[in-house]
């Protein structure tokens, strides 16, 4: 397996709750998992274990036979927000890592324009990041992820904070993009429309403490339509299992989709 999760126990000492206990996964190389679960169930915590940001209290993580114990290169994160650097264009700040990685500035500029021309923003490049959308911000940060060629891409809810109609496009670009490159990616988010929409797995989580509720396959082939019947009964049986948190949040939370 490419990446597997042996039995990991995370316990934050100064609330000594339990905020995942046993989780137990194996991906294979290429897959798209999705993690979907109720506000607290540890999803965020999960991938950030995973990223090396965090360590399990016990268990292990295992990615292209390396444990994992701390932050590589190995291992990129694309967060809910862009995180881009202000003072550097589009360009630049698909560039910015590529230079910590230590690729020469010709390299930087090859690689910089292969993703910024997959994510479709090469016409783009020298504008300033105050100047482009949210959209095109994510975007950007998308390249920026790409282009350090990284192994395994964990994805935090990374296009939760956009208007619909922004989403169902990126949705539409992320597939695209990754059925060219077939990147492992880890992806956390509240919609089980979205994971359904991407996933070959969908991995449903419970709280209290955070667990592994239940695993569904998703069968359906891609490019996948959101109003197909097979689409709408898997995402209502998917949904059905959403374990809602202590706080009673609705069901609409975990299922965002179009009026």
């Given at each position: 397996?490419?990446?597997t ?9 100064n609330t000594k709750?339990?905020t ?13 998992i999705?993690?979907v679960g109720?506000?607290g169930?540890?999803?965020s915590?999960l991938l950030?274990?995973v990223?090396?940001?965090d ?9 292209d036979?390396e444990?994992?114990?701390g932050?590589g290169?190995d291992?990129?994160?694309m967060?809910?927000?862009a ?7 589009v ?12 690729h020469?500035?010709e ?18 490049k020298?504008?300033p990041?105050?100047q ?6 994510q975007?950007?940060?998308?390249a920026?992820s790409l ?6 891409l ?6 939760s904070?956009l ?12 597939e695209?993009i990754?059925?060219?490159?077939r990147?492992t990616?880890?992806y956390v988010?509240h ?23 239940e695993?569904?396959?998703i069968p ?31 069901a609409e939370?975990?299922d965002q989709e179009?009026?």
């Amino acid at each position: 397996m490419y990446l597997t999760l042996n039995s990991i126990n995370k316990l934050f000492t100064n609330t000594k709750k339990e905020t995942l206990k046993d989780i137990s996964l194996t991906v294979e190389k290429g897959e798209f998992i999705c993690i979907v679960g109720p506000s607290g169930c540890g999803k965020s915590t999960l991938l950030n274990l995973v990223a090396g940001l965090d360590r399990p209290t016990s268990g292990s993580i295992v990615l292209d036979g390396e444990t994992v114990t701390g932050p590589g290169a190995d291992r990129v994160v694309m967060f809910q927000e862009a995180a881009l650097y202000p003072w550097l264009n589009v360009m630049e700040n698909v560039m910015f890592g590529l230079e910590a990685a230590g690729h020469s500035k010709e390299d930087q500029k090859k690689i910089a324009e292969k993703y910024l021309k997959l994510v479709r923003l090469w016409h783009y490049k020298d504008y300033p990041i105050h100047q482009i959308s949210g959209g095109m911000k994510q975007r950007t940060a998308l390249a920026r992820s790409l282009a350090l060629e990284s192994k395994l891409l964990l994805m935090d809810e990374p296009f939760s904070a956009l208007d619909k109609q922004t989403i169902h496009i990126l949705r539409a670009e992320l597939e695209e993009i990754w059925e060219k490159n077939r990147k492992t990616i880890l992806y956390v988010t509240h919609s089980v429309e979205e994971a359904v929409y991407f996933a070959d797995r969908v991995i449903v989580m419970a709280e209290n403490p955070g667990r592994i509720k239940e695993i569904f396959t998703i069968p359906l082939k891609r490019p996948r339509n959101i109003e197909d019947t097979e689409f709408v009964t898997l995402r209502k049986e998917i949904l059905s299992k959403v374990q809602l948190s202590a706080k009673q949040i609705s069901a609409e939370e975990f299922d965002q989709e179009e009026d």
